[in-house]
């Protein structure tokens, strides 16, 4: 167990933190898109026939919301079983430090089996972590490829936000709405998708 | 490493004082520990702070068999009587902790399951080691609000957690109080400021003043024996504590 081990440790349980506070403001920003999709289909409704199209795209944004809000639920889960693992890992470590230290200063027979014990108990934690995180990376692949979806959403609403009539303007100014705070989400996740907890260094 | 002192002995019942650690970093508080020994069990009193594991677990295991450990009593909550909790029911799960009532969902943070907490009620109780009837005698509020002091009347050995407690420096680190008027400066300080009711104190006075007393052994400094031991309880007695000048 070396100091740069316990360090690194420390690292990821820093990074994991930042990872879920940028979760937390994805799931704010999802709850702007559902009240802003409500919105857009009251809109819609009033400016009839002619922006059908626009009413269909704000239902399919209201369920691209609940996805992506159900999809950041599971992140975070994800999350938490992640802090819990390098909580446990960092626990693990300094009482492994405490043992072979006393280990240095006794030669008492119980020491060696419990210091291999907890040697596999540590490899245990660490597979543990290692399955988390390449969950974690694939259910934020998976959110990244969901906003991407949400993004076509949100240029097609500003075709369609075109052929609204008296009601275009309207709708192109909610059209661009939906695509700002979508480009917003996408960079979130993409930045997620690039922190160095998935790296492992 | 911590040195070891057998300070009783009678056949199998000992009592070790495990004392000062050379090597100890001076950001910790230094503290004593005991382990009272009766028909080959132990019984590990304030076992100390996590990162002072090593040098007690090493000094203790020069005289006991750590596994024989039947349980740890822990005096109060405080990190430096316990934080190694976890580390000692390595080597025996099984192992009980008898701690106040007050402090038994408390210490838990500190390791352990249901099982290894046995709650002391606030009137005391004994607690057996292969026989030995030990006494946990009530010190509430000196300091913690749930604190427990632990007799041996064979051995006439009480265990007195802080009370009695100095903050010696490094060039006096004797095991015994060697001069009681020199001794006492370097615990005023600390007994005006931990130890929280005068009403709890002059209790704790009376009662101990009844029990025979050859050893008065606190969680820090050194230990009073003799004559030291009442020259203590009535300079505590008349001591004024729980105030703080702010």
């Not at chain 1, 081990?5 to 420390?10: D, F, I, K, P």
Request: aromatic letters at 8%; glycine letters at 6%; a negative charge.
């Amino acid at each position: 167990m070396t100091t740069e081990q316990v360090a690194q440790t420390g690292i990821d349980l820093l990074r994991i933190v930042r990872i879920n506070e940028e979760i937390k403001r994805v799931v704010a920003v999802s709850f702007k898109i559902n009240i802003m999709a409500l919105n857009a289909i009251f809109l819609a409704k009033r400016a009839g026939t002619a922006a059908r199209g626009f009413a269909v795209l704000s239902n399919e944004f209201r369920s691209f919301s609940e996805e992506l809000r159900s999809s950041m639920a599971a992140l975070t889960s994800m999350v938490y079983s992640c802090v819990n693992e390098v909580s446990m890992v960092l626990q693990e470590m300094r009482f492994t430090r405490l043992l072979q230290e006393a280990s240095q200063l006794s030669s008492h027979a119980s020491l060696a089996p419990m210091l291999r014990r907890r040697g596999l108990e540590n490899v245990t934690h660490q597979e543990n972590l290692a399955r988390l995180r390449s969950q974690l990376r694939r259910a934020l692949d998976d959110a990244f490829q969901m906003v991407e979806l949400g993004g076509v959403l949100a240029k097609s609403a500003k075709i369609e936000a075109a052929y609204g009539q008296s009601f275009a303007a309207s709708l192109s100014q909610v059209s661009g709405e939906f695509d700002h705070i979508v480009e917003e989400i996408r960079a979130s996740l993409e930045s997620l998708r690039r922190s160095a907890f998935f790296a492992g260094n | 490493m911590k040195t070891t002192k057998t300070i009783f002995q009678d056949g199998t019942h000992k009592w070790v004082a495990i004392v000062r650690d050379p090597a100890k970093p001076n950001h910790l508080v230094d503290t004593n520990e005991y382990l009272v020994t009766h028909g080959g069990r132990g019984l590990l009193l304030d076992p100390g702070g996590a990162e002072i594991f090593p040098a007690v677990f090493s000094a203790l295991a020069t005289e006991f068999d750590p596994s024989a450990l039947a349980g740890i009593f822990a005096s109060h909550q405080d990190p430096d009587i316990c934080s190694s909790l976890a580390l000692w029911l390595e080597f025996n799960p099984q192992m009980h902790c008898h701690v106040s009532w007050l402090w038994s969902s408390f210490i838990p943070h500190f390791g352990g399951t249901a099982e290894t907490f046995v709650q002391i009620p606030d009137e005391g109780m004994s607690i057996s080691l292969e026989g030995l009837m030990l006494q946990a005698v009530p010190a509430h509020y000196l300091h913690s609000s749930g604190n427990f002091n632990l007799y041996d009347k064979i051995a006439k050995v009480l265990f007195s957690g802080d009370i009695g407690a100095a903050l010696l420096p490094s060039s006096e680190n004797g095991l015994f109080v060697e001069d009681f008027d020199r001794h006492i400066r370097h615990a005023e300080g600390f007994h005006r400021r931990w130890m929280g009711s005068n009403e709890a104190k002059r209790r704790w006075c009376e009662r101990v003043a009844q029990m025979e007393i050859d050893m008065l052994c606190p969680q820090h400094g050194a230990i009073y024996q003799g004559a030291d031991v009442q020259r203590f309880i009535n300079w505590f007695d008349e001591l004024q504590v729980g105030i703080v000048n702010a």
